[in-house]
Each structure stands twice: as C-alpha cells, then as structure tokens.
C-alpha cells in the first residue's frame, strides 16, 4: 500500500510564558502531548512553500489558546514498533534529521473528551527547523551545472587542412545555448548554459583568450584577412589547434525565475589537425606548350 503523507510537515515549538521554549516530547511509547501547564502555548508547524522548496512557519495556537493537541507515532501499536513501518520514516521524512511520521489529535484543553484526528494522513515531526530545499540546490546546483553533458563547440580553420605560413589564419567556433532538465532533492531543476568566452590554442604554443568573440566564417574571396580570432603561423609543420569553451548559466526551481549560478563550466573542443606549408616563387622560362616537363608545368 502507498503511504500517504501530508503536505504540512509538524514541528512542535512550546513557548512557555515563564520561561524558554521547549519541545513536545514523546512519552516513551507512540504519543506525545503538548504542555499545557499555562495558558501561553503555540503549536507550531513547519510546512513547505508548493512549488518553491522554501520551509515557512505558522503558529496553529493563540494565546488563550482553547485547543490542545497530540500525537500518536504511526509505526507502533503501544510500545511495539514495526521495522517495515519504522523504515518508511527513513523514506518519507528525510528533510531534517530525526523524522517521524505521526498522527494528529486536538480537543478542548482539559475537557476530558475524546481526541479527534485532525487529518486521515500522517506528517513528519522534526526536533529542528528542516534545512531550506532551496538552499540546498544553491549550495549544490554549481557542481549539478559543471557535470552536465555540455557540448563542446565546434571548431572551424580557414583555410583548412593546410595554410601557409606568414598568412592570418582564420578561427570560429560554433557554440550554442543549451538546456538540461533535471530532478535534484525532488524538485524539478532547469538549467540553461550559453557560451560566454572562448580560449584559442592554435598548437604552436600560442593561447589566445579567455576572450568573448567566438570568430565567424569569411567568404573564400577573403581568406587571408586577419579578424579577431585569427592567427599567423610563423614556423611550418604540423599543429592540433583547439579551442575551450566557458559556459554561464542560469537555473530555474519547479518553473520559477531563473537566478544566475556564482560560476562557469569549461568544455574543451576536439582538436583540429592543421599543416602549416610555405610557398616558393621562380621565374619560369620554358614554354609548357613546348617543354610540358619544365618548372612549374
């Protein structure tokens, strides 16, 4: 059978008059009573914000309160307790350490009458405030974003596989926005990562960036030209030029606002092979037409 459990989670806070707070307590077996050996007694509840992962508090008692209230742990008859039961708690109340699912009863504060169940569902009990959901994610949502399967950028030469040395040669890289979406502390996570900086190696030990402009194609009429990203080879041979991409981003909480993460992810591209030629220049005497085996026929 699926158990049921309450949206509000019960925290039990007694604020005596005359003196500091204290706790409900268990008495040793399933139950446990509020105090009442004054008029000033709040029953306080902890309960959670739907859609936000935030913790709230209210008081269910007034002063002069009326009402008293108890409760009865649900996995034990008497003083017995049931393991499969008892295992459930690990399950169900899991936001603070401690947690125990309960039944709720009220009546008439010293009536003597018959204790009436406040709801047909069990919540969970803590002896201290659960820990914000929200900021938990923040606290871990950095790592969430830096381990998602961010795809690299794709790097672009012109000209490409070879060049010549002493010529600009031109780098983009296309990178794009991408979304990933998630659950973490059972809260549906968006994340939202766009390419920010990008940080050239152009395997001939020279590193340009970080630097924001991710370069673009030219036109083959223009290669040659320098641009912002384009670079010179000044020696030949053969180079695997790459390029690293940072990533920003933001994230998103059960379809809330987007709020910015205190960090980046870097994503390395697959490397490019490059050869780097030279060009020679002579004279030629020999008409092909005459001499088809003369230089540069």
Known sequence: ???????????????LSAGAPASAKDNGGGSGEGGVDDDRVYVGAYF?????????????????NLTEYRFELKCFEGDVGNI????ENERYCKAAAGGKLVYWFSRLKDSGQAWNPLSPDPSCIYAEKPRD???????TILNEFQ?????????????????????????????????????????????VARPTEYEWSYGDGTVYGPASPAGG??????????????????????????VTVYFSAEYS????????????ATVPSAPVAISVWKSESHNV??????????YGC
């Open 1 to 15: 059978m699926k158990l049921k459990v309450s949206a509000i989670v019960a925290f039990i806070a007694l604020f």
């Open 133 to 139: 959901i929200g900021d938990q994610i923040r606290e």
């Open 285 to 294: 005497a020999d008409d092909c037409r005459v001499n088809p085996a003369g």
């Open 84 to 87: 499969l039961c008892l295992n």
């Open 147 to 191: 381990s998602r399967p961010i795809l690299p950028g794709t790097l672009a030469l012109q000209p490409s596989p070879h060049t010549l040395i002493g010529a600009h040669t031109n780098f983009y890289v296309e990178a794009t926005e991408q979304v990933f979406d998630f659950a973490m502390f059972e809260q549906d996570i968006r994340i």
């Open 253 to 264: 909480i059960n379809g809330g606002p987007m709020v910015p993460i205190d960090g980046r």
């Open 217 to 242: 194609p030219l036109p083959p009429g223009r290669w040659g030209e320098e641009t912002s990203t384009s670079h010179v080879y000044r020696a030949t041979g053969n180079f695997q030029a790459s």
């Open 48 to 64: 959670e914000i739907p859609g936000s992962g935030e913790w709230s508090h209210f008081d269910t008692g007034v002063p002069e």
